[in-house]
């Protein structure tokens, strides 16, 4: 088969959600010409000769557990200002097409089936996706509400777990771009160890985070020390609605907190909140506070505002991760893959620093030329 004729599936946990409707009408938009690829790192000069998958080439399906058919959550999406007036009908015909490869997800409550059949359900789906769309593969991306942390003993898998579960046994790459625990769980220790796969994870990084990590070793590398690092987050949406569980924001809060440990090399004073404000829709706002001495004790204060909306940081990126873990399947690249640690929150390794994690993609985007 020639290399353009070859298609790739992407596959959305959570397909119906902002990220996700904003990832399939995105790509739609951007490979028609309609807009520039503003966002996306793999469309810069440095991936040119990466071969990665076309954005014609990208199909989409996903599981979700909601029914609102992807044209109109497109629309309610262009109504809170996310996507452009006039996208959602542009690409009317992508988005249906879509649409018509999202599968219930589960468990629902009263879902009486076991893991292993939950599992396997999920897993048949992306084989039937894969096959009668004539795909060379399917990357599998978790976008899905963000879940508690299990509780200490809990023996059923959470959902986003039976997910990853799925992927592995259809041989599916996989993309943890949440806090939940996806792969990383004992329970799927061996089934990820054995599984010859390339994955990668966890939790984008797309605002607050994305500053803390350019901003972190900037104190490191002046060697002004930082006595506290606050942080509070207003927002609304689903994410916001599902994080005002604690449990939720708790899983969240983690990985922002780790930037600032990885790259200060403590845990500075200092909390993170999330708040759940409705009325702000994907729209959010990101407040840090950070303290810190200068020469002869002098205190200081820096202080920044984001504001972002959230679904439009998080869309080019998860294309991204589509198209870089694609290739790398191609390539036969297995595990986790500690080079996308740019995108991520809580990586699988590597470095902490923004700039280093960069120099690392570059790295990563040379391994991945080459004839196969
Ligand atoms: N900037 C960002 O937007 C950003 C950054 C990092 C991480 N994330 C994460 O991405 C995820 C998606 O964010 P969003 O704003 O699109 O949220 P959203 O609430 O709009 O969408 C989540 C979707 O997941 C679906 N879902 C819930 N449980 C499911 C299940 N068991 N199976 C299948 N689908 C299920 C929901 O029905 C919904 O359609 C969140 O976990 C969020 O924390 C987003």
Not at 123 to 143: C, E, K, P
Not at 222 to 232: K, Q, Y
Not at 236 to 256: E, M, Q
Not at 316 to 345: C, I, M, S
Request: proline share 8%; aromatic share 6%.
């Amino acid at each position: 088969m020639s290399a353009s004729a070859v298609r790739t599936g992407v596959w959305f946990i959570g397909a119906r959600g902002s990220v996700a409707t904003t990832a399939t009408a995105g790509c739609a938009a951007v490979a028609a010409g309609l807009h520039p690829a503003a966002g996306m790192v793999t469309e810069t000069p440095p991936f040119a000769e990466s071969r990665l998958p076309t954005l014609t080439s990208l199909v989409f399906g996903g599981h979700d557990t909601v029914g609102c058919p992807l044209p109109k959550r497109a629309e309610a999406l262009a109504t809170g200002g996310v996507l452009p007036h006039g996208l959602p009908s542009a690409v009317r015909s992508e988005l249906a097409t879509a649409d018509a490869e999202i599968r219930p997800g589960g468990p629902l409550p009263g879902d009486t089936r076991s893991d292993e059949e939950l599992i396997n359900a999920f897993a048949a789906d992306l084989a039937d996706f894969g096959r009668r769309n004539g795909l060379a593969r399917t990357v599998v991306i978790n976008v899905a509400s963000t879940e508690p942390a299990p509780a200490p003993g809990e023996r059923r898998l959470p959902a986003s777990s039976l997910y990853a579960a799925a992927a592995l046994r259809a041989g599916c790459p996989y993309i943890n771009f949440t806090p939940s625990t996806g792969l990383r769980t004992p329970a799927l220790q061996d089934a990820v160890a054995g599984c010859g796969l390339p994955h990668a994870g966890r939790d984008g990084k797309t605002g607050q985070t994305l500053l803390r990590s350019v901003l972190a070793p900037m104190f490191v590398q002046r060697a002004l020390p930082v006595r506290a690092w606050s942080g509070t987050n207003l927002l609304g949406g689903g994410d916001g609605a599902a994080l005002a569980d604690p449990g939720a924001a708790a899983a969240k809060n983690a990985g922002k907190e780790r930037v600032l440990a990885d790259t200060l090399g403590i845990a500075p004073e200092g909390e993170v909140h999330i708040d759940d404000v409705p009325a702000l829709g994907d729209w959010k706002t990101a407040w840090d506070h950070i303290a810190f001495d200068g020469f002869l004790g002098a205190r200081m204060v820096l202080q920044t505002t984001w504001q972002g909306c959230d679904s439009a940081l998080a869309a080019p990126l998860v294309l991204d991760l589509a198209r870089l873990v694609a290739r790398a399947h191609e390539k036969g690249l297995t595990g986790p893959l500690p080079q996308l640690g740019f995108y991520f929150k809580d990586p699988d390794g590597g470095p902490a620093a923004l700039f280093e994690q960069y120099m690392a993609l570059l790295t990563f985007a040379e391994t991945l030329r080459g004839e196969k």
